[in-house]
């Protein structure tokens, strides 16, 4: 049975994000993301201004007029949510984890797939796969994908985009829609990611926190990775140690910047705190018109 406080936030984030799908995404997700390929819906009678290419040859001598074919995008799609339920989910600089920011982007994503008739699946991983979800279509199916996310207690605290890759990449046989969503606190994973973008369409979530990328001044601190429990005593007032700890930050941002590029993804960057419609209504806006 499933607690009463959790089943109150996969309701409040189930609400929250329905309101957000159908005001301000459906649209914009039903544009960004092609069907696999077109459907024969009917033949009629050519008209003036038909494209002369769908004319139905077979039923033009049949009838001795001619016909045309008419098409219909063939519309169901799979979208895989790939969620990195590492140990640095948990942390958050403001009234928000990273983990709880993810929630809510799979609820937006699984409720603006369900909208348009997509299969929906999920992959929550750490450095090992802790849940996989098989795709399915449904309401019900999408509040299992929220509720994981909410509720499962992960085996592990480490990071492996390379195992999560890899796995999409050996039970997706099917071309999907993949969204990455995680920190990208990782290293190794470049050629998994490189097979996993041949096969699926790959979109990069990339959630920030802004304490990660500038040390406040607050005086002498121990930091402990929360994956790893190394610990780290320094003065976070000190200039040098704050333009080293901005500098690494945008190392890392830079190297994984080099990274999609080379793959030609183009990710979605969102920070805990601030709102994600933003950053999601953009890209589906913008991938609409390529």
Known sequence: ?????????IRRIEIRSNRVVDSMLAGEYHSAFKGQGLNSAEVREYAIGDDVRQIDWNVTARVGKPHV??????????VVIAADLSGSGDFG??????REMIAEITAVLGLAAMKNNDRIGAVLFTDQVETYIPVKKGRGHVLRLIRDVLAVSP?????????????????????????LISDFLDQGYDKSLALAAAAHDVVPIMIRDAKERALPDAGWLRLIDPETNDMVVLNSGNPKIQREYAK???DRDHQLQKLFQRLNLIPIQVQVGESYITPLVRFFSARGHW
């Open 1 to 9: 049975m499933i607690a009463p406080d959790l089943l109150a936030a």
């Open 69 to 78: 074919k008419l098409f219909n995008e063939e519309r169901e799609l799979t």
């Open 93 to 98: 600089s403001v009234d928000q984890t990273k």
């Open 155 to 179: 085996q592990s605290k480490k990071t492996s985009l390379d195992t999560a890759l890899r796995f999409i990449s050996k039970t997706q046989r099917r071309s999907a829609i993949v969204f």
């Open 248 to 250: 690494r930050a945008a």
